[in-house]
């Protein structure tokens, strides 16, 4: 991994999982959350940054560090979540109205104007919202790096139909984050 030129996205952890099921994708990103602290650690220590891509939450007239207080002083269940993720003064954030990163967002000129050829993609769901802007990274021409340990959807078999896709079409390396912290 070359520092430089590699950029971790966290997609659409700060999220109060109020909706249908949102207490069962709680529960996964949950699990997946230390996974991504460590990564980010790991990364802004050799240089890269860090890009919070994040739902808006029909939200038009908001900003993203008002969007993570918000959850956070809410009674949320995914306030816990948004406090261990807060973003630093350093870090980048994309609020996006769509399942991808790229549609209808500035993230490829901010990370064209960063320099960044490699991505590696955090967060949930890997089904989802993982999956449609891991898409469109792969067709502007990114190299994709996406932890198995740092990917949630809904259910694990989701997950692993994500994974696949990954690794299978969009040739990215699914190797768990323990990979990238040596």
Known sequence: MNSKTSALLIVDMINPFSFKHGEELFQQAERITSNIIQLKQHMKKQGSPVLYVNDNYG???SDFLNLVDEIKESNAIG???AEMLRPEPTDYSVLKPKY???FDTPLHLLLEHLEITTL???GIVGNMCIQFTANDAYSLE???CIPSNAIASFSEQDNQVAMHHFKHILKADISPTQKWLN
């Open 142 to 144: 990114y190299k994709l």
């Open 59 to 61: 939200k038009w007239q």
């Open 120 to 122: 590696f993609l955090t």
């Open 79 to 81: 306030a816990p979540i």
């Open 100 to 102: 991808s990163g790229f």
